[in-house]
């Protein structure tokens, strides 16, 4: 008898959607395969822990032609991925990520959890 996998859904904030549009199409596609992992209940290659934000929140971190793009979701949300926020990496502080991308991660996922609630 073989196992049936439960496919989640990806759901976007509208803001992320609207960031990750402005990804080159090849980028878009990488990450795409990296949320479709997680849907699956997998971590993508690519897919790290986001850290400082609580369990459950990763990030597909991607160099791409020479820019560093990443996708942050939350996996422990409702029965969804959701993806709170996309952008490119223009860190002044070598491999840290900028804290006012941070800080929008932040208030996106609060905002989220008190719509969801």
């Known amino acids: 008898m073989s ?5 989640r859904p990806v759901s976007w904030l509208k803001a992320a959607l609207r960031d990750f549009e402005d ?15 997680a849907a699956e209940g997998g971590k993508a ?20 032609k020479g820019n560093a793009l990443r996708v942050v979701y939350a996996v422990q949300l409702a029965d969804e991925i959701w993806v709170l926020h ?6 002044k502080k070598g491999v840290a990520t900028p804290r006012h991308e941070i800080e929008i991660v932040k208030q996106r996922l609060r905002a989220l959890k008190e719509m969801l609630s």
């Open 23 to 37: 990804f080159p199409a090849g980028a878009q596609n990488i990450c795409l395969v990296g949320l479709i992992v």
């Open 86 to 91: 996309a952008f490119q990496k223009k860190s």
């Open 45 to 64: 290659d690519v897919a790290k822990p986001m850290l400082g934000l609580g369990s459950g929140v990763f990030e597909i971190a991607l160099p791409f």
């Open 3 to 7: 196992e049936s996998r439960k496919t």
